[in-house]
């Protein structure tokens, strides 16, 4: 199994360009998340979804965009990218009532210049 | 909405030593879990060790314990007999029942192990 991967690991966008982060599971998990890591602030919920068809935003929306095309796949679109969301990109998965684990990708360094 | 606090950003001890790492928490639920994730240069985030809050014993995982108290709304790490591959950022972070499994984040703690 290769878990829980994300592509690409590096981009470097303009201002204003746009780019989808692209993550995928193959732990037949239901719920997905993604995150974004900025220093001295750990890292905050963007959006997640439940189940296939269905998301919701977490604590950080503004500005990105997803779609849970099916069980195994789960993307983040930035329409317009601005400096602000330079970040590190965590991807996740879990199944409910396991204990709750959450599983994550190896991280997306995305730079807007 | 919940907060986690983590208020030691960094922290250093010698290797083969003990070290606690520490977490409060605010909360109104009454039933939630809570993790301790350790990220290592490698960027890749790794669950370390869990506790549900309705149990009143301490997790612990091999050298990793927790001191987790409910009351106090306080969930330290202990890493025990440290090794130089513990030195990475740690985090505390906190998780509703019933809350989509989303979790609630710390600042983190960047932890260093001395040779």
């Known amino acids: 199994n290769a878990g829980v991967t994300q592509t690409p690991k590096f981009q470097v966008l303009k201002t204003g360009q746009s780019m989808t982060l692209q993550c995928a599971q193959d732990?037949?998990?239901?719920?997905m998340y993604w995150y974004r890591q900025d220093p001295g602030m750990g890292l905050r919920l963007i959006y997640y979804s439940a189940s296939e068809g269905t998301t919701d935003k977490g604590e950080v929306p503004n500005g990105y965009n997803v779609s849970r095309l099916n069980k195994r796949e789960f993307s983040l679109r930035l329409e317009s990218a601005a400096p602000s969301q330079t970040s590190v990109y965590f991807c996740?998965?879990?199944?409910?009532?396991?204990?709750?684990?959450?599983?994550f990708g190896p991280g997306t360094r995305l730079t807007v210049t | 909405a919940q907060t986690v606090t983590q208020s030691q950003p960094e922290m250093s001890v010698q290797e083969a030593e003990t070290v606690t790492l520490s977490c409060t928490y605010d909360t109104s639920e009454s039933n939630y879990y809570l993790f301790w994730y350790k990220q290592p240069p490698s960027r890749q985030m790794i669950l370390v060790i869990r506790?549900?809050?309705?149990?009143?014993q301490n997790a612990t995982e091999n050298r990793f314990s927790v001191n987790f108290q409910k009351a106090a709304k306080s969930f330290s790490l202990k890493i025990s007999d440290s090794q130089l591959g513990d030195t990475a950022m740690y985090f505390c972070a906190f998780m509703k029942y019933f809350g989509n499994e989303k979790l609630t984040f710390g600042t983190g703690t960047r932890l260093t192990i001395i040779p």
């Open positions: 732990m037949n998990h239901n719920s």
């Open positions: 506790q549900e809050a309705y149990k009143q």
């Open positions: 996740a998965s879990s199944v409910v009532g396991t204990q709750n684990e959450q599983y």
